[in-house]
T-cell receptor
């Protein structure tokens, strides 16, 4: 059974600091997504990582994927308050070997709080 | 505006009273899916549909039914709700699932409380 583990689960940091959220998963996959969720809101897609070594950047966020290590990271640079949210990684695996049957297995989420 | 619309957003009901949560998308997506979100567990897939009249179970299908009679709609049915189905539910859609390389688009969520 695929397990996806994020750490830390809770992160409180100051504005201006850098930090990294880790997403480890237990089976082979070459696709991983990062989502953001604000309190009481839906999930918003941040990054789609489709191959080993993929790196995507958007503003102060940068995501990378190492399929050999089964690890993805979400790096926050010079954090600002607006980045406070819960971040989820989701590993995409073929569901029961059925072509096109996408199954996203989500991590527990990392609740990020950025203090002024 | 491209969106996935769920209704209702909030519902408090009692054990055993059948309910339906509707989901509609306007992006002509083939693939639709239902998830439930519980604290500390992330999101878990309930059912998915690859196209009209094609549905299959996800990880936690017990106590739920779905149907896909039209491409845009994918309702979630709880025939006899129980308190352990109290949760936050999300509907999501994308172009043909895994083959599309596109992220799933999520609805705003439905918070169900079963007393």
């Amino acid at each position: 059974e695929l397990k996806v583990e994020q750490n830390p689960l809770f992160l409180s940091m100051q504005e201006g600091k850098n930090y990294t959220i880790y997403c480890n998963y237990s089976t082979t996959s070459d696709r991983l997504y990062w989502y953001r969720q604000d309190p009481g809101k839906s999930l918003e897609s941040l990054f789609v990582l489709l191959s080993n070594g993929a790196v995507k950047q958007e503003g102060r966020l940068m995501a990378s994927l190492d399929t050999k290590a089964r690890l993805s990271t979400l790096h926050i640079t010079a954090a600002v308050h607006d980045l406070s949210a819960t971040y989820f990684c989701a590993v995409d695996i073929s569901f029961r070997g059925i072509q096109g049957a996408q199954k996203l297995v989500f991590g527990q989420g990392t609740r990020l709080t950025i203090n002024p | 505006e491209a969106q996935v619309t769920q209704n209702p957003r909030y519902l408090i009901t009692v054990t055993g009273k059948k309910l339906t949560v509707t989901c509609s998308q306007n992006m002509n997506h083939e693939y639709m899916s239902w998830y439930r979100q519980d604290p500390g567990l992330g999101l878990r897939q309930i059912y998915y549909s690859m196209n009209v009249e094609v549905t299959d179970k996800g990880d936690v299908p017990e106590g739920y039914k779905v149907s896909r009679k039209e491409k845009r709609n994918f309702p979630l049915i709880l025939e006899s709700p129980s308190p352990n189905q109290t949760s936050l539910y999300f509907c999501a859609s994308s172009f043909f699932g895994r083959g599309s390389n596109q992220p799933q688009h999520f609805g705003d969520g439905t918070r169900l409380s079963i007393l």
